[in-house]
């Protein structure tokens, strides 16, 4: 049975609901029959989390509210108050409620290290953002293996598609090469991974149904597959046409100081427990996210 037969009928809860993830997330579980229930209040308030997880009654939660993931999302109380402060409150509305959890981390997370990253490298994360969140999955991990709930963590690279951040790299060349002005870039050396957003939920639909050999577990979401900033740039223009790549200003920007030179997924174990296959090549996703934004 497929995951998304498998969520058919079934009771779930979303946090986070209206962010890029969230949004392709939920429109993936409505589609498969899933009867979605998505929380639009503040995670810090634990009353009304309560009320509201009490009354949904669901068979898989998902959380995937965070602070911080966008550049005017900076303060730092407020990622704690909302990144580890909503997961508590979170463990605490499901006292009495039997529902798997399904959560979000971030690749940040782990220790600055160039090359693949797998689940059992350290993590030492650098930013306010990454510290929040891996506080906040230090705290599930630990409540699932005391309380025995199923409990599974994914850790995102790279999700790119329609209504993606402007800002991110992908929507920021894209609208630029769309337009008729030039476009700043860093030179473009470092490699990273990029997964478009259907993979993702293809992920989150597999954690939230797929048999597990541990009552809590972390896996990678991504392509697995690196590619350099230069090279994803150079393949927008392609796909745009006409004189695009000429608009682009390879090394106009400088790249940030913590910026390593290759950050990527290993996806091995995603691949092995949850039967997760990226099936939306690079090109394929670029075309479907140029469609949307043209």
């Not at 639009?40 to 309560?50: K, N």
């Not at 605490?92 to 979000?104: H, W, Y």
């Not at 409990?151 to 329609?162: A, E, K, N, S």
Request: proline share 5%; charged share 25%.
């Amino acid at each position: 049975m497929s995951a998304a037969s498998a969520l058919r009928g079934r009771r779930v809860f979303v946090t986070g609901a209206r962010g890029f993830l969230g949004r392709h997330l939920s429109g993936a579980l409505a589609e498969c029959g899933a009867d979605v229930r998505a929380y639009a209040g503040d995670v810090t308030d634990r009353a009304s989390l309560r009320s509201a997880l009490t009354a949904a009654n669901p068979d898989v939660v998902f959380h995937l509210a965070a602070f911080g993931t966008t550049s005017n999302q900076r303060d730092a109380a407020r990622m704690r108050a909302v990144n580890v402060g909503g997961v508590e409150n979170l463990w605490a509305a499901l006292d009495g409620v039997s529902a798997r959890l399904v959560q979000t981390g971030t690749c940040a997370e782990y220790a600055p290290k160039n090359g693949p990253l797998a689940e059992d490298d350290p993590c030492e994360p650098e930013s306010d953002y990454a510290r929040t969140l891996h506080d906040a999955v230090t705290h599930s991990l630990s409540m699932a293996k005391s309380s025995g709930r199923e409990t599974v963590i994914l850790r995102p690279f790279g999700p790119y598609g329609p209504g993606d951040r402007p800002e991110r790299l992908i929507p920021f060349v894209i609208r630029g090469l769309l337009g008729v002005g030039r476009v700043p870039v860093t030179a473009g050396r470092q490699r990273r991974d990029f997964s478009y957003v259907d993979d993702h939920v293809s992920a989150f639909l597999a954690a939230a149904t797929a048999p597990l050999l541990q009552t809590a577990a972390v896996y990678n979401v991504g392509s697995g597959c690196p590619i350099s900033v230069r090279d994803i740039v150079e393949r927008i223009a392609k796909l745009v046409g006409g004189d695009a790549l000429s608009r682009v200003d390879f090394g106009a920007e400088t790249s940030r100081p913590d910026d390593r030179a290759d950050r990527y997924a290993d996806i091995t174990a995603a691949k092995k427990d949850l039967g997760f296959a990226p099936s939306v090549s690079l090109d394929d996703g670029l075309m479907r996210t140029i469609g949307a934004m043209r």
